[in-house]
C-alpha cells in the first residue's frame, strides 16, 4: 500500500489548525462543557447523595468524576459525527475531482480522513482529561505510576477505535448523500438519541427494556464503559449504582467497537469505491 | 513522424436509455493541439470523462498514451494531466500546498516534486503568491494555477476543459500563451472551448461533436474552406426573391435567411463573383440595400454544422436530475 493517505491526512491537519476560529471553538467547546453542565449538575447530585445508596467497602465516585468519562466519549462522537462533512465539501466545491482523477485509490481518501478523526479526538480527549484533573475528576485513584499509563493507552485505545467508526460512518454518508443540508439533519438526527440512549450522563440500570436494549446496540455506551473502567477501576459506585467491570466485560466492549469500525469501514469503502464526481 | 496518442474507436455511452456518446471514432496524434468542440450536450463531456477514466468505457476501444481505459486505468490517469471546466481548488491551502498535495497524492518523489514546483510557478508567474490561499486569488492566477498543477507530473497529455470560460480578454491571451509554450515543450493538448477564436487560434485539429456523433473534422482552414471560399451578407428590399435569385445561381452553394436579411457562401472567389450577383439580383427589381464580404470563420463553420438552436443540458445532467426525481 503506497503512503498517499498521509498527504490526505497532511490536508486535514492543516485545515483543522487553519481555521483559528473553529480550532478555538473546538478545542474549548468541550471544556465548557465539563465546567458549567458538570458543576452545575454535581452541586446539584452531590447535594442529595444522602438518598444515594452506597456499598460499605466500595468507592464512590462524585457526580464530575462518573460524567467526566462520558464528555470524554461525547466529544469524540461529536468531532468524528461531523468529520466527514469536509468531503461533502470537497464534493460540492473543492478536489474531490483531483483527488478522483489522480491515481490515488480511493481508499486512501478514507484512510486519511479516519486518521485525521482520529487526530482530533485524541486531542480534544486529552486536553479534556487534563482539563478535568485540574477541575477535580478523580481519575486513576490509587494508580502506580505505571498502571496510570496502562489506563491512559487503554482509554485512547478505545477512543480510537470508536473515532474511527464514527468518521467512516461520517466518511460514507457525505459520499453518498448531495446535499449538505441532509447530511447535517441525519447527523443531528443521529446525535441526540445517540447521547441520551448512553451511560455517558446517567446509569441505565433503572432504564426501561426497550430503552436498555437501544443502550446496549449503542457504541457510545461500550466506548463510556472503557473510559471509566481504566480511569475508576473495576468496581465502584457512582448515582447509586453499583459498577462491577470484569476483563471479559472490556474485551467485548472492545470487540463491540471493533466490530462496528469494521462495518462502517466496509460502508465508507464502497462508498468511495463507486464515488464519482462528474 | 508522428502517432497517435489518444485512439478513440466507437465509443458509444449511455445514460439510462439516453445516447450521450453514439460510435464515435477519432484519433488525436502526440504533439498536437486537439480542440474537440460541441453545443452543449453534444456528448462532448461524456467523451471526456471516459478520456480521463471519470466515466466507465461502455462501448468500444478507448487508448491513451498506449494504454486502455478499461484494462489500464491507473496507468492512464498517471499519464494525463487534467484541467476541470469548473474550479477545483481548495480555497483555503495556499498556491504552494496545492502544488505539493497534486505531487503527493501522484506519488512524486520529494526531489523531483519540489524542482517541478518551481519551474511551474515561474511558467505561470505565480511566485509572489506562493504562501497566499487560493480563495485570495483572482480569477486568472487560480486558471493559471490550476494549469500548473496539471503539469505538475509532466503528463504525455493535458486535457484542458473550457480553460478560459470567464475570464477576462488580457487574462486568455496569456493563458493561450501558456498553451502554446506547454504545446511547444512536448505536451500534447486536449482543448475543449466554446470560444471560436479560441479553437481557431490554438488549434492544429478540430474535430465537432453533436447529438454523439462527429459531424466535422479537420484543420480550422480546412474545415473553413469546406464552408465556401467567402461569404456575402445582404440587405434587401425584398429578400424572399432575392433569395430565390441567389438560390440558382452556380456560384452560391448556400443561401440562408438571417434575421437581417440573407447570407450567401460561396463557391469562388467572392471578390470576382459579387458585382455578377449584384447585378442579377438589382436586374429583378430587387432593391439592395447593403453588402458586406467577409471569409467564412470558424463561428461560422460551427453554426453551419451544429444549427442555431440554444442547447441547455447535457444528457447526463438530464439523466442525474430524472433519476433524482
Known amino acids: 500500500m503506497g503512503r498517499e493517505f498521509l498527504t490526505v491526512y497532511w490536508r486535514e491537519m492543516i485545515r483543522f489548525v487553519r481555521f483559528k476560529g473553529q480550532l478555538f471553538a473546538a478545542l474549548v467547546q468541550p471544556a465548557l462543557w465539563l465546567l458549567l453542565f458538570g458543576i452545575a449538575m454535581t452541586s446539584n447530585f452531590d447535594n442529595n447523595s444522602f438518598s444515594m445508596p452506597t456499598v460499605p467497602g466500595v468507592m464512590a465516585v462524585d457526580y464530575l468524576t462518573f460524567m467526566a468519562a462520558g464528555v470524554m466519549a461525547m466529544t469524540a462522537l461529536f468531532t468524528c459525527l461531523f468529520g466527514g462533512m469536509g468531503l461533502l465539501f470537497d464534493k460540492n466545491w473543492g478536489i474531490m475531482k483531483e483527488m478522483l482523477a489522480s491515481p490515488m485509490p480511493s481508499y486512501h481518501i478514507q484512510i486519511g480522513v479516519g486518521l485525521g478523526g482520529v487526530t482530533k479526538s485524541f486531542i480534544q480527549v486529552g486536553l479534556i482529561l487534563i482539563f478535568g484533573l485540574v477541575l477535580g475528576v478523580k481519575f486513576f485513584l490509587g494508580f502506580s505510576a505505571l498502571e496510570t499509563v496502562v489506563a491512559i493507552v487503554g482509554i485512547f485505545a478505545f477512543i480510537m477505535v470508536f473515532s474511527a467508526g464514527f468518521i467512516f460512518l461520517s466518511a460514507g454518508l457525505a459520499m453518498r448523500v448531495e446535499s449538505m443540508e441532509s447530511v447535517q439533519a441525519m447527523m443531528t438526527l443521529l446525535t441526540l438519541p445517540l447521547m441520551f440512549s448512553s451511560n455517558a450522563l446517567y446509569s441505565t440500570s433503572s432504564f426501561p427494556l426497550w430503552l436498555q436494549t437501544i443502550s446496549s446496540v449503542n457504541p457510545l455506551t461500550y466506548l463510556v464503559n472503557g473510559i471509566r473502567y481504566f480511569a475508576l477501576g473495576n468496581d465502584f459506585t457512582a448515582m447509586g449504582t453499583h459498577y462491577e467491570y470484569t476483563g471479559g466485560d472490556i474485551a467485548l466492549s472492545f470487540v463491540v467497537l471493533l466490530i462496528f469500525a469494521g462495518l462502517t469501514f466496509v460502508f465508507a469503502w464502497r462508498a468511495f469505491r463507486t464515488a464519482k464526481v462528474t | ?325
Not at chain 2, 129 to 147: D, P
Not at chain 2, 217 to 224: A, H, I, N, P, V
Open chain 2, 1 to 325: 513522424m508522428s502517432s497517435a496518442i489518444i485512439e478513440v474507436a466507437d465509443l458509444e455511452h449511455s445514460f439510462g436509455d439516453v445516447k450521450a456518446v453514439d460510435k464515435v471514432s477519432f484519433t488525436v496524434e502526440e504533439g498536437e493541439i486537439f480542440s474537440f468542440l460541441g453545443p452543449n450536450g453534444a456528448g462532448k463531456s461524456t467523451t471526456i470523462n471516459v478520456l480521463t477514466t471519470q466515466l466507465p468505457c461502455q462501448k468500444g476501444t478507448v487508448r491513451v498514451c498506449g494504454f486502455d481505459v478499461r484494462t489500464a486505468r491507473q496507468a492512464v490517469k498517471k499519464s494525463i494531466g487534467v484541467v476541470f471546466q469548473d474550479e477545483v481548488l481548495d480555497r483555503d491551502m495556499t498556491v504552494r500546498e496545492t502544488l505539493e498535495f497534486h505531487g503527493r497524492i501522484y506519488s512524486m518523489p520529494k526531489p523531483e516534486r519540489l524542482a517541478r514546483e518551481k519551474e511551474l510557478i515561474e511558467l505561470v508567474e505565480l511566485g509572489q503568491k506562493l504562501n497566499v490561499r487560493t480563495k485570495h486569488l483572482s480569477g486568472g492566477m487560480k486558471r493559471r494555477l490550476e494549469i500548473a498543477r496539471g503539469l505538475m507530473t509532466r503528463p504525455r497529455v493535458l486535457f484542458l476543459d473550457e480553460p478560459t470560460i470567464g475570464l477576462d480578454p488580457q487574462t486568455r491571451l496569456k493563458i493561450w500563451d501558456y498553451i502554446k509554450g506547454i504545446n511547444e515543450e512536448g505536451t500534447t493538448i486536449f482543448l475543449t472551448t466554446h470560444y471560436m477564436d479560441e479553437a481557431d487560434t490554438l488549434s492544429d485539429r478540430i474535430e465537432i461533436i453533436d447529438y454523439g456523433k462527429i459531424i466535422a473534422t479537420g484543420t480550422s482552414e480546412s474545415l473553413k474552406n469546406t464552408l465556401g471560399e467567402d461569404m456575402i451578407y445582404l440587405e434587401t428590399g425584398d429578400d424572399v426573391k432575392a433569395l430565390k435569385l441567389a438560390e440558382a445561381m452556380s456560384e452560391v452553394t448556400e443561401v440562408k435567411k438571417t434575421s437581417k436579411g440573407l447570407e450567401l457562401i460561396l463557391n469562388s472567389d467572392g471578390g470576382k463573383v459579387m458585382p455578377k450577383i449584384l447585378r442579377s439580383i438589382g436586374k429583378e427589381g430587387v432593391d439592395i440595400i447593403s453588402v458586406r464580404m467577409k471569409k467564412p470563420s470558424l463561428d461560422d463553420v460551427f453554426v453551419h454544422y451544429t444549427g442555431r438552436e440554444m442547447r441547455a443540458e447535457s444528457a447526463e445532467n438530464a439523466f442525474h436530475r430524472r433519476r433524482r426525481h
